[in-house]
């Protein structure tokens, strides 16, 4: 993996980003799938708290996040992953398909 200028790699093979002396972890590429997944379901109250949770909480990876999660934000998710993955899928997509399904695999 190429690092980009100002990045380097830690000790737990997330990538961080060194800013006026603080260091800023840069979401796991997977999850930045399903955050763009989650935004074509914005208006839903469940989509916009598990969004919430993926904005605030700073998960290392997939396995983390899914853990974090309750039942219903499960179930929820679930229902997303099906959709958003069978669309990955029409188009096409391979690279979106495996990141997705990364997270689908989790859930139960």
């Keep these: 993996m190429r690092l980009i200028s100002g ?8 990538l961080r ?4 002396n603080k260091r800023v972890r840069i979401i796991d590429n997977t999850l930045n799938y399903l955050r763009e997944s989650l935004a074509n379901y914005s208006e839903n109250d469940m989509c916009q708290k598990i969004d919430k949770k993926l ?4 998960y290392k990876n997939e ?8 039942e219903e934000e499960m179930a929820y998710l679930d229902s ?3 959709k958003e993955l069978s669309y990955a899928r029409s188009v096409e997509n391979d690279i979106r398909v495996k990141e997705l399904t990364d997270v689908y695999e989790l859930l139960f």
Excluded at 7 to 14: E, I
Excluded at 17 to 20: A, F, G, I, S, V
Aim: glycine share 8%.
């Design 80 to 82: 997303v992953l099906e």
């Design 63 to 70: 396995a983390e996040f899914v853990r974090n999660l309750d």
């Design 7 to 14: 990045q380097s790699r830690s000790s737990n093979n997330g």
């Design 55 to 58: 904005e605030t909480e700073g």
């Design 17 to 20: 980003r060194r800013t006026r």
